[in-house]
């Protein structure tokens, strides 16, 4: 069980904006174990308006491009108006409980998140990754996506548990998850 003074620890480092914060975690898929700093707190919404501009300057390649752009257009936009998108398929499924983190309503398993800054591997993946066979829609979207260098897809979501998170540093403390 997580304690609730960690969670006091990270909603207060983040009061006064965003903060880096620094973890070790090994990932539950593939189990690879990588060092992360993240920018903890940073709003998601600001992310979601610079991709759109990023978007909309973005001229397709072929009919396929202009289909993804207009859906990629149409979900931005509802995101940006409506705070999630109806294609979102996790909407209902986090509770938030502070800036940069969110609790799973099944699994009552806590979250942190924010906007990547880097990632060093520490330890080589011990599952291998599967297979993805992707429409050619959602290859045109990647692929707009890369082109746009989208600040969104830099977020990543980290569980909070002492199985993958063994201590966050933030603000020069150390955060133990127990």
């Known amino acids: 069980m997580i304690k609730i003074n960690a969670i006091d620890k990270l909603r207060a480092s983040t009061e006064n ?3 880096y914060i620094s973890f070790l975690y090994t990932t ?3 189990g690879e174990t990588s060092k992360y700093q993240i920018n903890f707190g940073v709003d998601y919404h600001n992310a979601c308006s610079q991709d759109k501009i990023a978007l909309e300057s973005y001229i397709p390649q072929n009919a396929l491009e202009v289909t993804a752009k207009d859906e990629m257009l149409q979900s931005l936009t509802e995101t940006l108006t409506e705070g999630v998108s109806s294609s979102y398929t ?3 499924k986090f509770v938030s409980i502070g800036k940069g983190m969110r609790q799973h309503v099944e699994t009552n398993e806590l979250y942190v998140w924010g906007f990547i800054q880097s990632k060093e591997q520490v330890a080589p993946p011990t599952n291998p990754k599967k297979p993805v066979n992707s429409r050619p829609l959602t290859l045109a979207k990647k692929a707009i996506e890369k082109a746009c260098d989208f600040k969104r897809l830099k977020f990543g ?3 909070l548990n002492p199985e993958h998170i063994a201590g966050i540093v933030t ?8």
Do not use: L, M, P, W
Request: proline letters at 0%.
């Open 90 to 92: 996790n909407a209902d």
């Open 171 to 178: 603000c020069g403390d150390h955060v133990e998850i127990q």
């Open 17 to 19: 904006g965003c903060r």
């Open 157 to 159: 979501q980290f569980i």
């Open 28 to 30: 539950k898929g593939t």
